[in-house]
């Protein structure tokens, strides 16, 4: 099993930043993936950006150039760094871990991005 964590959502208006932190613990040996997901009201949840073993980054078209995602070596932390915030960026952003036993998601946290 893998457990993860959440923090770092808040309200911030247009064009600010946020930083999100995902903490993992449990078999973190087992992760081959990470991943930051989010829902926005009324919508299905997307995925919004990609870490693997190797380092490999994938993102989201509507993000590109915006956000970045990192891990620790390791891969007990994950971050997701959120800048020039757009209203349409407000969701429950989600951390994911992709592991040879399953796939694990964290509670969510809230980013409210005020216009």
């Known amino acids: 099993q893998v457990q993860l964590v959440e923090s770092g959502g808040g309200l911030v208006q247009a064009g600010g930043s946020l930083r999100l932190s995902c903490a993992a613990s449990?078999?973190?040996?087992?992760?081959?993936?990470m991943g930051w997901y989010r829902r926005a009201p009324g919508k299905q949840r997307e995925l919004v950006a990609t870490i693997t073993s190797d380092g490999s980054t994938n993102y989201a078209d509507s993000v590109k150039g915006r956000f970045t995602i990192s891990n620790t070596n390791a891969r007990t932390s994950m971050y997701l760094q959120m800048n020039s915030l757009k209203p349409e960026d407000t969701a429950v952003y989600y951390c994911?871990?992709?592991?040879?036993?399953?796939?694990?998601w964290g509670q969510g946290t809230q980013v409210t991005v005020s216009s």
């Open positions: 449990g078999r973190i040996s087992s992760i081959k993936a």
């Open positions: 994911n871990a992709d592991g040879f036993y399953g796939g694990y």
